[in-house]
């Protein structure tokens, strides 16, 4: 049996399995025990924050294209465009474990003089829920993007309505397209709104 044929048949295995890898890197790198990428300097950390934000706004660009396309049957383009959204949060994963691996993260700092800097005792908790659900939607997103993958890659289109890939979709984009949304929101509140300082 091919690895598409056993995907095919335990769909829910290959998400876990898939998952785990996922979390593993993500949970091994923070706690320091993956020392799997290079250090990088403070230009190369600010490089790869833009980068992330650039390809986050294309992730969520190609999803809700996803989810437009395949809202007017147009399948193909569905498919191409939820592949794209999926190559580019791998790309994202890597260059994010890398700059936190062999960088280091921000913390918001809001100076005197900056945007609403005098309302900052609500800036500065509204900064940390938002970015505390962009975390929590993204690990808990893990597993059903990567199922719906899984499903679409495994199934002749056919086949599609008749297993979870409908709702585990529609699962997928809502959390994913909020995740992304409030990263990009978070990116541009850190970087171009106020200060940082590294953490």
């Known amino acids: 049996m091919n690895i598409r044929g056993y995907a095919r048949a335990h769909p829910r295995r290959v998400t876990a399995v898939v998952s785990a890898v996922g979390y593993a890197l993500v949970i091994g790198t923070f706690a320091g025990v993956l020392p799997i990428f290079p250090d990088i300097g403070r230009q190369t950390v600010l490089l790869f924050s833009d980068a992330i934000a650039v390809i986050n706004t294309c992730a969520l660009t190609a999803l809700l294209l996803g989810y437009y396309f395949v809202r007017r049957g147009k399948v193909r383009a569905h498919r191409a465009a939820m592949l794209t959204a999926f190559a580019l949060i791998l790309l994202f994963l890597v260059v994010y474990l ?102």
């Open 98 to 199: 890398w700059k936190v691996g062999g960088g280091f993260e921000k913390e918001i700092v809001i100076e005197q003089g900056q945007f609403l800097a005098a309302y900052a005792d609500v800036v500065y908790p509204l900064y940390l829920a938002m970015l505390a659900v962009h975390i929590l939607l993204s690990a808990l997103a893990v597993p059903v993007v990567v199922h719906a993958v899984v499903i679409g890659l495994s199934h002749d289109v056919s086949e599609i309505p008749d297993t979870d890939h409908p709702i585990a979709g529609k699962l997928a984009v809502a959390s994913w397209s909020l995740s992304l949304f409030l990263g990009v929101v978070t990116y541009w509140m850190l970087n171009h709104v106020y200060s940082w300082a590294p953490r």
